[in-house]
Structures are given as structure tokens and as C-alpha cells.
């Protein structure tokens, strides 16, 4: 019923920045908070940002200054600003929104596919 597809990973180098975006799209009835988690092999999927409907942020203290959450409630989409990338950055990074359903008016959280951030050193 919905689907967030993210878009915008890759390899840079330590230093870099990255762009991530995340659209959300289906039976959307409203939007609340969306949020970036990230997930490095072995260890657990972790909070990044989050923002909510009223662009009110929150950050992991790890990326606080150098990343920057935002979102298009037109577009329904989500954005990750990943400014001064350090190599302990590399992860498999995920979107997630709290949806209200259209068909249904019922509220679910969803989640992207995940997109592969790799930063060298």
C-alpha cells in the first residue's frame, strides 16, 4: 500500500558528502515523523535523524553538525545531508515514516529498502 524508495548512497571518500533522499508514495493519507536509522555489518540498526511533520529534528549525537535532516511534504520526501563523512559512517542506511493509510486511516510504520553509504578512508 505504501512504498519508500531511497535513493542517493554510494562511495566517497572520507571528507565527502552524500545526499540521500527518500520518496514515499501509495495509499497515504498523511505523513507523521520520518526518520534515518543506519545498520554497519555486525552491529545494530541505529537512529541517524529524525523529523517531524512540523520539521521539528532530533540527531544522534555521532552525525550532530555534520548531517542534516529535512523533508518536502508536497513531494512526500525525506533528506539526508551527509556533510564531513568519516570512515565509521559506512552503512546500509534506511528511511522510515510513520504513515496514516488512506484505505484504511490507520497508522503503520514503513520502511525503505536501504541504500549503501561507504566512506574511505
Known amino acids: 500500500q505504501v512504498q519508500l524508495v531511497e535513493s542517493g548512497g554510494g562511495l566517497v571518500q572520507a571528507g565527502g558528502s552524500l545526499r540521500l533522499s527518500c520518496a514515499a508514495s501509495?495509499?497515504?493519507?498523511?505523513?507523521?515523523?520520518m526518520g534515518w536509522y543506519r545498520q554497519a555489518p555486525g552491529k545494530q540498526r541505529e537512529l541517524v535523524a529524525a523529523?517531524?511533520?512540523?520539521?521539528?529534528?532530533n540527531y544522534a549525537d555521532s552525525v550532530k553538525g555534520r548531517f542534516t535532516i529535512d523533508r518536502d511534504n508536497a513531494k512526500k520526501t525525506v533528506y539526508l545531508q551527509l556533510n564531513s563523512l568519516k570512515p565509521e559512517d559506512t552503512a546500509v542506511y534506511y528511511c522510515?515514516?510513520?504513515?496514516?493509510?488512506?484505505?484504511?486511516?490507520?497508522?503503520?510504520?514503513?520502511w525503505g529498502q536501504g541504500t549503501q553509504v561507504t566512506v574511505s578512508s
Open positions: 522510515n515514516a510513520d504513515v496514516e493509510v488512506a484505505t484504511t486511516m490507520r497508522r503503520y510504520i514503513y
Open positions: 501509495g495509499s497515504i493519507f498523511s505523513i507523521n515523523a
Open positions: 523529523i517531524t511533520s512540523g520539521g521539528r529534528t
